[in-house]
């Protein structure tokens, strides 16, 4: 079977990318960028160091910014209709996850109007046409929305997350310049860092991995152990090797999968509006334990590449044991609380598995599982 494989056209790292924006524009003839960026990040000048470049390269610009943390169908309508009023050609995306994603999705509508509702963008929609091109320029180093044909909106109605996954949403440039990411607290650099790392771990496992996505999976494990704890104190190093280590692990993913920590983390963004790194956080090392039968010798790389020594004399009993603690141990030390119980209310559970079972992300997850083996998942972590 051929094994398909996406990327960005072009890609810029390192501190002061943000420069190469007007110079991309330019090179493909764009009149007028559509600047999508949260109001947080407008409010504290973290995208005015984008919109400075701009302006010093007189490219004229619209910004949108009806964006909440975890993007509606509202958000995408909105976002939609300004796009079409400011005669605008080209999408800059600034943000995390929400804004790449919101800007995904109106880029995908205005390409294919048939798909206005949203809704019916859910899972893998046959688009015909490309996305309005987008660049992307990610403030936070987790959800490597910049590098996948992933996004994911919520359904306010229904309180649920859409999981879209189409090959015509990739930004056709990314730009990861980590001094876009030193404004970020400690907390989000934490579950930002922590989401990146279950991108890898469930990337790695998956039902789709294959050689090719082992390499960037692997990889970005390494990356991430060793720099998410210095990106929590804000050290330059720590800073840059997340912003890489997203990145890779976003270069795998999107292009084979992941798993049920994703699936048992959406419906709690979308009935708690929990933040997605934390919850990700949360439940990964106990997915990691229930998954670990299904996994063979691939939890020895994963031990290996979080730092624990060693490895090569382990049963396999103790280095599957040794990478769920080493994982354990990082969380702990960037200030990830251990449990759910001070986000689930337990009469939610039914319906939170449910949803998880109907998550997209769920077929990959390299155990097969049932409605009632992830309601004893959340019980595990209350």
């Not at 509606?72 to 976002?79: A, L, P, R, S």
């Not at 997340?242 to 963004?269: D, E, K, T």
């Amino acid at each position: 079977m051929a094994q398909r494989f996406i990327l960005n056209e072009t890609s810029y790292h390192g501190v002061g990318a943000i420069n190469s924006i007007a110079t991309e524009i330019k090179a493909r003839a764009f009149k007028k960028a559509f600047v999508c960026s949260d109001p947080d990040l407008i409010k504290f000048g973290v995208t005015k160091k984008v919109l400075d470049v701009l302006d010093g390269a007189n490219i004229a610009y619209e910004v949108y910014s009806n964006i909440k943390p975890n993007p509606t169908i509202e958000n995408v309508q909105t976002g939609v209709e300004a796009f079409k009023n400011a005669a605008t050609d080209c999408i800059v995306a600034i943000g995390g996850g929400s804004s790449m994603d919101t800007a995904k999705a109106i880029g995908i509508i205005i390409a294919n109007p048939e798909y206005a509702d949203v809704k019916s963008l859910e899972g893998v929609a046959p688009t015909k046409n490309p996305s309005v091109p987008i660049i992307a320029v990610p403030t936070t180093a987790g959800t490597a929305a910049e590098v996948t044909i992933n996004y994911v909106i919520t359904d306010d109605e229904k309180n649920r997350k859409m999981v879209c996954v189409d090959p015509h949403d990739i930004p056709i440039v990314a730009v990861v310049d980590p001094d876009m990411m030193s404004t970020m607290p400690k907390g989000l650099t934490a579950a930002t860092g922590m989401d990146a790392l279950t991108h890898a771990i469930e990337g790695y496992i998956t039902a789709g991995a294959w050689e090719l996505s082992d390499m960037f999976h692997i990889k970005a494990i390494e990356i991430i152990a060793r720099s998410l704890r210095g990106a929590v104190n804000n050290t330059p190093e720590g800073r840059e090797g997340m912003a890489l280590g997203q990145y890779v692990a976003g270069m795998g993913f999107s292009n084979v999968g992941l798993g049920i920590v994703h699936s048992m983390a959406h419906p709690l963004g979308a009935l708690y509006d929990t933040p997605h790194g934390v919850a990700n956080a949360i439940i990964l090392p106990t997915v990691m334990e229930y998954n670990a039968p299904a996994t063979g010798e691939k939890y020895r790389e994963i031990a290996r590449a979080m730092g624990v020594k060693g490895v090569d004399d382990m049963t396999q009993e103790e280095y599957r044991k040794a990478a769920i603690d080493a994982v354990k141990q990082l969380s702990i030390d960037v200030g990830i609380p251990t449990d759910l119980k001070e986000i689930v209310k337990p009469e939610d559970i039914p319906f939170l598995a449910q949803s998880a079972y109907d998550d997209a992300c769920r077929p990959g997850n390299p155990r097969q599982t049932s409605v009632e083996e992830i309601t004893e998942l959340y019980k595990k972590l209350m």
